[in-house]
């Protein structure tokens, strides 16, 4: 299946007022949501029930966790500095494109964009950033994990199984660096397995949603950068008063003394 199509609409077993209130209650991603994180949210999910809804929840809370550490659930969003200063930044392969983070899962190499493209049938080696639009972002970051293909045999199943509950190791799936981030994941992970609980409904899965559905806005597609404080504004210049406008003020205070 590729990530620009499915053969029926994603069905999602997760009631998405109960998720989304549960989500904003435990401030899991601050405590508001901006409509970016809201479709984001929302594009995960979808994306799970369009690849096969997991018997496992777990899978499903650390892809979104992974998605906000990595992009802050922005599927259109590039890695800081566009890969200066590492090996994948510099232009590859026959179209001399580069192959720096993109999207959920920061997908970066060549070869990595390659496999991508042979597995959700988009062309990423030729044009890279169709890697940022949302769901086919959606669709790299769930395979990948499911599959084990970011980082060779780190797939969900091997953290998170009927034997193993490893939110901290699961950190390998998409980078090594446990002892930095793993904790810091599974903290998100926890909480939004939580939510995901609180709103599980299996029935849900058996109806199928409306398959007209509005079009989404399109993404806007941005750096990931620190955000900077607005300026203050400058205080409004009085207008200069006219003639009569001056006489006026002149006798009110004279009429004042």
Request: glycine share 10%; proline share 8%.
């Amino acid at each position: 299946m590729t990530a620009s199509a499915a053969s029926a609409p994603a069905r999602v077993p997760i009631n998405r007022t109960l998720f989304f209130d549960r989500i904003r209650a435990c401030g899991v991603f601050g405590p508001t949501l901006s409509q970016t994180e809201v479709d984001g949210l929302n594009g995960l999910l979808d994306a799970w029930g369009e690849q096969g809804w997991p018997a496992d929840l777990r899978w499903v809370a650390y892809t979104i966790a992974t998605a906000w550490h990595e992009a802050r659930l922005n599927g259109a969003i590039r890695e800081y500095g566009r890969g200066a200063g590492h090996d994948y930044g510099r232009p590859a392969g026959p179209y001399g494109q580069v192959y720096y983070g993109r999207s959920f899962s920061q997908l970066t190499w060549l070869d990595n964009y390659q496999k991508f493209s042979k597995l959700i049938g988009v062309d990423l080696v030729k044009e890279p950033d169709l890697a940022l639009d949302p769901t086919t972002g959606a669709a790299i970051l769930i395979i990948g994990s499911r599959d084990g293909l970011f980082r060779a045999g780190k797939s969900l199943g091997r953290f998170f199984s009927a034997t193993v509950d490893d939110p901290i190791g699961a950190r390998d799936i998409i980078n090594g660096d446990i002892t930095k981030n793993g904790a810091l994941v599974a903290g998100y992970h926890a909480k939004v397995l939580g939510c995901l609980k609180a709103a599980y409904q299996p029935a849900l899965a058996d109806i199928a949603p409306p398959i007209a559905k509005p079009a989404p806005s399109a993404a806007v597609i941005i750096d990931k950068i620190d955000p900077q404080p607005l300026p203050t504004p400058k205080p409004a210049t009085p207008a200069p008063l006219g003639f009569w406008a001056r006489l006026g003020a002149l006798i009110r205070r004279t009429d004042a003394s």
